[in-house]
């Protein structure tokens, strides 16, 4: 394991990618309560000039990156008008040599999809310490990022609250063979308990209003279809090098446990917390120190009960359907990916139904069978061949009758 440097000035310098999310700020927020020892040097957006030239007026980082293109004079300008020294950049290419160059030390992967792919690689390629959230990296190209990142020396901390939690309760084993298996668990989403036929009608605001967790459209939706959860038993596959059978889901409605993990003497770790990503975050940027994160303690005579069920695959397919893309590995995972990230942005346009998310992942999965995934080229197509699939089946009667 690596410790990471800090610069001269004994700051760890910080890149923050999708900056004006949900766990781009509580990262920030996390930063800003250790101005001596962290900071934001690099804040990196998808299209909101508006949302990333605020951010930077608070922060103050050296670069600011717009993935779009479009949008460059916009931020520019915009950092101009502010009086603020940040220097504008936009484009992949540009986050991709900042997050690589000397400009960080740290990175926080949390541009939502396959979009955060490219950035998340080469932080990995370049030896950073990746605070892991953007878990569909991982699902597309989770053996070559991996590889990657043992290549350069790059210490992954997972900031998915259940890896992170794996990961501290891991600091007790010796050796693989130690761990007998891990869970993770799941709200269960807003839906939890009801049947399949009582989901038609959801609506895509019902699906975002989450009972514990407050996040973005994208995985809040996943978390109401379960997919969350299976994209999450493929990342801890990758993240901790166990094969499916070694990984179970509990559904734990209180949110509080995040994870457990059982070794072959019956000892069995968990990690406790109240649902705040800043947590996660925290360890990750203070791995291995402890640093304040905001968060209140668990007052556990406070919150009462806790609760375990097991998941509804009947009314929530798309955690088997997670669960047999990653047994059939190759190009599968990828088909999966691309395949639900299409039908979710469907799904909150009012284009699709609920019930036609598993639908259609699991008809692209049919229709995809997968092949070795070889090389990053092949991922990539693969990815591409299961979205037009999907935009196909969008547009196509059958999968609205
Ligand atoms: P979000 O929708 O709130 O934020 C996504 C961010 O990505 C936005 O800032 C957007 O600007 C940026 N973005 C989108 N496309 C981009 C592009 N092409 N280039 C640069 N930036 C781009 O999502 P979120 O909830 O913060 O989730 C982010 C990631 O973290 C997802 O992969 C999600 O699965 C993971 N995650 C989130 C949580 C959570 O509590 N929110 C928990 C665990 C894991
Ligand atoms: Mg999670």
Redesign the pocket.
């Known amino acids: 394991m690596t410790a990471v440097s800090a610069n001269a000035s004994g700051l760890r310098e910080v890149a923050v ?8 700020a509580s990262a920030l927020d996390v930063i800003a309560r250790h101005p001596g020892r962290l900071r934001a040097s690099v804040l ?5 000039v508006d949302a990333l030239l605020a951010l930077c007026a608070a922060h103050r980082p050296a670069h600011a990156v717009i ?1 779009d293109e479009n949008r460059f004079v916009a931020l520019r300008d915009g950092l101009r008008a502010a009086g603020l020294d940040t220097q504008a950049h936009a484009g ?1 290419r540009a ?1 991709d040599e900042l997050v690589s160059g000397d400009a960080c030390e740290s990175v926080v992967a ?4 396959a ?2 792919l490219s950035s998340t690689l080469a932080a990995a390629r370049a030896g950073k310490r990746l605070l892991l ?4 990296s991982l699902v597309l190209a989770g053996e070559l990022l991996v590889a990657a990142a043992h290549a350069a020396n790059a210490e992954i901390v997972p ?3 259940e890896h992170n939690a794996v990961f501290q309760c891991l600091r007790s084993r010796q050796t693989q063979g130690d761990v007998r298996r891990i869970v993770l668990t799941a709200s269960g989403g807003p839906f939890r308990g009801r049947k399949r036929d009582a989901l038609a009608d959801i609506t895509p605001a019902q699906a975002v209003a989450h009972p514990k ?1 407050s ?5 809040s939706v ?1 978390s109401a279809t379960l997919m ?1 959860k299976g994209l999450e038993v493929i990342e801890a596959h990758h993240l901790f090098g166990l094969p499916g059978r070694q990984i179970d889901v509990l559904v734990h409605p209180q949110s509080l446990v995040h994870a457990l993990v059982e070794f072959i003497d019956g000892s069995t770790l968990a990690q406790l917390g109240l649902p705040d ?1 800043r947590t996660a975050l925290a360890v990750g940027l203070g791995w291995p120190e402890r640093i304040e994160s905001g968060v209140a303690g668990l007052d556990l005579l406070a919150q009462g009960k806790l609760e375990f069920e097991p998941p509804d695959l009947e009314a929530f397919p798309c955690l088997r359907l997670a669960r047999q893309a990653m047994d059939a590995g190759g190009t599968a995972p990828a088909v999966l990916n691309a395949a639900n990230e299409e039908a979710v942005s469907a799904f909150l346009q009012g284009r699709i139904g609920f019930l036609a998310i598993p639908a259609l992942v699991e008809d692209a999965l049919a229709a995809l069978p997968a092949t070795p995934a070889i090389s990053l080229d092949a991922l990539l197509a693969a990815d591409a061949q299961a979205r037009s699939f999907a935009h196909q089946r969008i547009a196509s009667p059958a999968l609205h009758a």
């Open positions: 990618l999708g900056a004006p999310g949900s766990i781009g990196a957006a998808g299209s909101n993935s992949g986050l949390a541009i939502v999809g979009a955060g959230a953007n878990k569909e900031v998915d609250s967790w996040m973005g459209p994208k995985i996943d969350n990503m």
